[in-house]
T-cell receptor, first 114, second 114 residues
Framework: DTAVSQTPKYLVTQMGNDKSIKCEQN?????MYWYKQDSKKFLKIMFS???????INETVPNRFSPKSPDKAHLNLHINSLELGDSAVYFC?????????????FGDGTRLSIL | AQTVTQSQPEMSVQEAETVTLSCTYD???????LFWYKQPPSRQMILVIR??????QNATENRFSVNFQKAAKSFSLKISDSQLGDAAMYFC???????????FGKGTSLLVTP
């Protein structure tokens, strides 16, 4: 069973469109994250939720809106997609927000903007 | 700003040999955790090893070990008896209880030659 699953794995779309990426974890973790990996492979935190509440919101355009319907799901909705949004987006989860908890990553969603 | 520096964009090692990947970090926190993640071409993010900053003993996981020098803020990864399957991007990261998320370095691409 996949611990952290993201859908879709690949997303190709045009500039200006709105798209969503879904993430689900079956580990019973309280905390979930979204990271962005750019074309140079640099990974940076975007958002984090703990028990459905937002605890981290880095400097991300407000076109990006995370939604956590329950603590097992953290979806990412992106409005008005731009060329610079092309990247790999990783969902992750950890038992708690504590720094000693290892984070488990999904396989990533490669978003390509045409 | 809290940063992680991996000064070696690429490294190469022969099968069965040993290689060390370097990492330095900068944080004003006293309580933090350090991690090495592996990202093979399949794009998965796999936890290799982690180290608690308050522990002086270096962490070891089979062929992987770290050299943690807290005063120097250095956290290098040693891979012994390198195997072809070790070829991947390796990311150094840390997290703190005040920040929750992982702060990543830019990665080191490891090539393993037969």
């Amino acid at each position: 069973d996949t611990a952290v699953s993201q859908t879709p794995k690949y997303l190709v779309t045009q500039m200006g469109n709105d798209k969503s990426i879904k993430c689900e974890q079956n580990l019973g973790h309280d905390t979930m994250y979204w990271y962005k990996q750019d074309s140079k492979k640099f990974l940076k935190i975007m958002f984090s939720y703990n028990n459905k509440e937002l605890i981290i919101n880095e400097t991300v355009p407000n076109r990006f809106s995370p939604k956590s319907p329950d603590k097992a799901h953290l979806n990412l909705h992106i409005n008005s997609l731009e060329l610079g949004d092309s990247a790999v987006y990783f969902c992750a989860s950890s038992q708690t927000p504590s720094s000693n908890q290892p984070q488990h990553f999904g396989d990533g969603t490669r978003l390509s903007i045409l | 700003a809290q940063t992680v520096t991996q000064s070696q964009p690429e490294m190469s090692v022969q099968e069965a040999e040993t290689v060390t990947l370097s990492c330095t970090y900068d944080t004003s926190e006293s309580d933090y955790y350090l991690f090495w993640y592996k990202q093979p071409p399949s794009r998965q993010m796999i936890l290799v090893i982690r180290q608690e900053a308050y522990k002086q003993q270096n962490a070891t996981e089979n062929r992987f070990s770290v050299n943690f020098q807290k005063a120097a803020k250095s956290f290098s990864l040693k891979i012994s008896d390198s195997q072809l399957g070790d070829a991947a991007m390796y990311f150094c990261a840390y997290s703190t209880n005040s920040g929750y998320a992982l702060n990543f370095g830019k990665g080191t691409s490891l090539l393993v030659t037969p």
